[in-house]
């Protein structure tokens, strides 16, 4: 702090000393400045983020109140809060005639509650992840506040835990929902006001509940409205319902991505390289797109469908068109017909480049080179494939069709550290259906030296050789398959040159011989395909051979 010899010797300074007035009022704002500089209190910076739920201090009636006969109903927290999305969030079950309207009033929430309350019933308001702190906006999950208006206050309750079909891993904050068998509306526009959500550990509880037969599913939502609606939404249910005469525990809902029960086209839209794409809701069996219009197209038109089917591409010889008319159809059933008009300007111009995977101009000994054309070939001209080796060139490459894409080949060559290479493709090495012609591309490279590979051997024992099984090879996060194998019998499956890493085996128990894990279906009450874990990681090691036993338990 600055004494007032300072502040004379200032005030000298300034030479207006011999005047009272400025005198007093300059005195009177240096004093005011240096007294607020130092008496200032500023906030804290930094320190930790609040991420505490606010906390319940009072509730007027108490919660499980009996005989409940009050018209408001009052709850106090230690901090301010507010409500977020109630219309989806808060409900009450049993349904009300009027809908109730909570409030927020600084740090309390004021519930006015309807006059046509039932008698001798036991009522749930939930809400959800409606409550948070007024600054951070942590969610109180899972509230809810519970009366009766008779004697007796419903005290049944569910506990189970949900996890993912496929990963196995639990699922957090995810909304399980219960509903009497005779409103059952998973699939309507009546959303379900009995609800909770899991923990981080994929547990869940519901409480208070009345004896009833009900049905219990889990649903990862994608709108809120806790109706199963969406096409990405992922759906758990157990295929009996549940009988509620005493508390019930142990209830395990895997759920899964399910395939919807009606076909819809997702997208279509012809491309700038004149191809044109559909994408469709869910995979099909035997599918066919035909071109109504024109129609003279149809019979020239050249289809691939991906893997899953759930996606179609199609060329057409000729792209003047100003309109065109086609139709989807599944195992001989028209599903839907769509027109595609082009604008008054576009302008296609067919794509036939041929692309690689060289990846920094490097080849490996496993990962050998693809070559996919941007349409269909028709034929290849060998004679115009140049590969050299140190400026030599070599004839004895393999070039092979890739069975999972009509367009895609592969070259294979044994590779050799310290070597230069040079590819050529010359015009016409690729014909399209259409006269389309590759336009001449030089690619060179040389072989991934610091790539290592190993070997391993899974001797995997079976419980059951009258199903299938498919055995996969992935990765350590679990979300990448590098290989499936079906089998059928006990016996030794080698996986050959893999890049060193940490690896695990998933077993999929296939019921349906299909080479592919299935998801469950709610609307035919089919739980997704079991999937087991090998429980642990192993590495496969450069240059190295390994052998794992794999024991699979029965189902």
């Known amino acids: 702090m600055q004494d007032s010899s300072i502040i004379k010797s200032r005030l000298k300074r300034l030479k207006i000393s011999s005047n009272p007035k400025w005198f007093i009022l300059l005195l009177f704002f240096l004093l005011f400045t240096l007294t607020w500089r130092c008496a200032s209190v500023q906030q804290p910076m930094g320190g930790p983020k609040d991420s505490i739920p606010p906390k319940i201090l009072n509730e007027t009636p108490p919660n499980l109140t009996r005989n409940f006969d009050a018209e408001k109903i009052i709850i106090e927290f230690d901090e301010y809060v507010k409500l977020n999305n109630t219309q989806k969030e808060v409900s009450v079950s049993p349904d009300v005639e009027q809908p109730i309207n909570p409030r927020v009033k600084r740090k309390t929430i004021e519930i006015t509650l309807p006059d046509s309350l039932e008698e001798n019933t036991t009522y749930t308001i939930n809400f959800g992840k409606a409550i948070g702190d007024f600054n951070e906006g942590n969610p109180l999950l899972n509230y809810s506040y519970v009366f009766s208006t008779g004697d007796i206050i419903d005290s049944l309750s569910i506990t189970g835990k949900v996890t993912n079909a496929l990963t196995k891993l639990p699922e957090k904050e995810l909304t399980v929902i219960l509903i009497p068998t005779r409103q059952d509306s998973i699939f309507g526009k009546r959303k379900a006001n009995i609800f909770t959500l899991t923990d981080t550990s994929g547990n869940f509880q519901l409480k208070n509940l009345r004896e009833d037969t009900y049905r219990i599913y889990a649903l990862k939502e994608e709108n809120s409205d806790r109706v199963y609606n969406a096409p990405g939404e992922y759906i758990g249910f157990l295929n009996d319902s549940i009988v509620l005469n005493k508390d019930t525990a142990g209830i395990l809902l895997q759920i899964s991505k399910g395939t919807p029960r009606d076909f819809r086209l997702l997208d279509r839209k012809i491309e700038p390289s004149g191809k044109i794409t559909f994408v469709f809701n869910k995979p099909l069996k035997n599918p066919d797109i035909a071109v109504i219009h024109p129609s003279q197209l149809d019979e020239t038109k050249q289809i691939t469908y991906n893997a899953a089917k759930d996606s179609a591409t199609v060329w057409l010889s000729e792209l003047t068109f100003d309109s065109l008319k086609v139709r989807i159809s599944d195992n001989g059933k028209i ?88 590819l050529t493709l010359e015009e016409g090495a690729f014909l399209g259906f259409f006269g389309d012609k590759n336009k001449s591309v030089s690619k060179t490279f040389t072989m991934n030296e610091t790539e290592n590979f190993g070997d391993i051997v899974l001797d995997v024992n079976l419980p059951d050789t009258n199903h299938q099984y498919l055995v996969q090879l992935i990765n350590e996060k679990m979300d990448f398959i590098h290989r499936s194998v079906p089998i059928r019998k006990s016996g030794k499956i080698p996986f050959r040159q893999f890049p060193g890493g940490k690896y695990t085996v998933r077993i999929v128990y296939d019921e349906n011989n299909n080479n592919e894990w299935d998801p469950g279906d709610v609307y035919e009450k089919r739980q997704p395909e079991r999937v087991w874990y090998l429980g642990k990681t192993f590495i496969i090691r450069a240059n190295w051979e390994q052998e794992e036993i794999i024991n699979v338990p029965p189902e």
């Open 335 to 422: 599903l839907d017909s769509v027109t595609l008009r082009r604008g008054r300007n576009e302008k296609y111009d067919r794509d036939f480049i041929i692309q690689d995977n060289l990846t920094g101009n490097k080849v490996t000994r496993v990962k050998h080179i693809m070559l996919t054309a941007g349409a269909p070939v028709q034929s290849i001209d060998r004679s115009k494939i140049i590969l050299t080796e140190d400026s030599i060139p070599r004839t004895n490459f393999q070039l092979a069709k890739d069975t999972t894409a009509p367009w895609r080949y592969i070259l294979r060559y044994n590779w050799r550290p310290k070597r230069n290479y040079q």
